[in-house]
C-alpha cells in the first residue's frame, strides 16, 4: 500500500509554542500536503487525534492508486464505485477484509464529502458531479453572475477565505 497514517506532533498557537498530536497520511513517507490541511483543520482543535476518519482516507487513497486514479480527477461515479465494492466485495486493506456495514458507508461518505468540500474551498476544481446545483452557482461564474463567487473564470480562488497558512513540508514533525 502506497498510503499509511503515521503519528504527528503539529506545531500551532502564536508562536508555534504547543503541540498537537495529529493522525496524517504518508505517501512513501512524504506527507500529502493538501489531505494533511484537512486533517489538520480537523484534529487542531481536538483532545486526541482522529483515527477512524484518517484511515477511511488511507484507505480511499489506496483505492484511487490502485486504479490508477487521483484525488482531484475523481467523479461521482469512482466514488460509487468505490463505496459499493467496500459494501458488497469488501477490500482486503479496508477492515478485516469483510464487507463494511451500512453505518460504516454512511461514515466514508461524511469523511469523503468534508474533504471534497474542503478541496472545493480551498479553490482546487474538481469534476462537476461531485458538486450540487447550489455549490456549482456559488463557486463556479457564469456568463451572466460574475458576483459572489468563490472561485474566478480560471478556477482560482479570488475571495479571503483561504485558511490560515500551513506548513508545507509536514516530515519534520512526524513520529518515528
Known sequence: MRFKVKKALYPH??????????NLIVDDDIPCT????HLVLLQISKEKPLTTS??????YLNYLDEHGLEVMDVKMSDIQDFLQELYIDSLPY?????PCS???????????????DNLSLRGY????????????????????HK???????????????????????MRQYLID
Open 13 to 22: 498557537g502564536t508562536n508555534n509554542d504547543s503541540w498537537q498530536p495529529m
Open 102 to 116: 451500512y453505518s460504516a458507508i454512511q461514515d466514508y461518505i461524511e469523511v469523503l464529502s468534508k474533504l471534497y
Open 54 to 59: 484518517v484511515y477511511y482516507l488511507c484507505i
Open 147 to 169: 458576483k459572489a463567487h468563490v472561485l474566478d473564470a480560471k478556477g482560482k480562488i479570488h475571495t479571503s477565505y483561504i485558511p490560515a497558512t500551513l506548513i508545507e513540508d
Open 125 to 144: 476544481k474538481m469534476d462537476e458531479s461531485l458538486y450540487t446545483r447550489s455549490q456549482l452557482m456559488m463557486l463556479a461564474p457564469t456568463k451572466g
Open 34 to 37: 493538501e489531505i494533511n490541511r
Open 94 to 98: 479496508a477492515g478485516k477484509g469483510a
